[in-house]
């Protein structure tokens, strides 16, 4: 399945409720994510501002799954 998601940059643009977050991609396309469960499990926080990658499934290009944080 790791090889069917699409990947991509963005950066998050607001904080909304359930741990979701608005993440506006390079090409200014907005999708609405979800922490992948590893970087929940060691309490990594993702704050507006953060550049950060993101999984989709090319099914539904309107949600994703954060992976990894910048610095």
């Known amino acids: ?5 699409i990947k991509a940059d963005g950066v998050v643009k ?3 409720s359930n741990g979701l977050y608005r993440v506006e991609l390079e090409g ?3 999708v609405t994510a979800h922490v992948k469960g590893k970087m929940r499990m060691f309490n ?10 993101i999984e989709m499934s ?3 290009l309107t949600k994703a799954r954060i992976v990894f944080r910048k610095k």
Request: aromatic share 4%.
């Open 44 to 53: 990594i926080r993702i704050l507006a501002g953060d550049t950060v990658s």
């Open 58 to 60: 090319p099914y539904d």
């Open 1 to 5: 399945m790791s090889e069917e998601t």
């Open 28 to 30: 200014g396309h907005q």
């Open 14 to 16: 607001e904080l909304l």
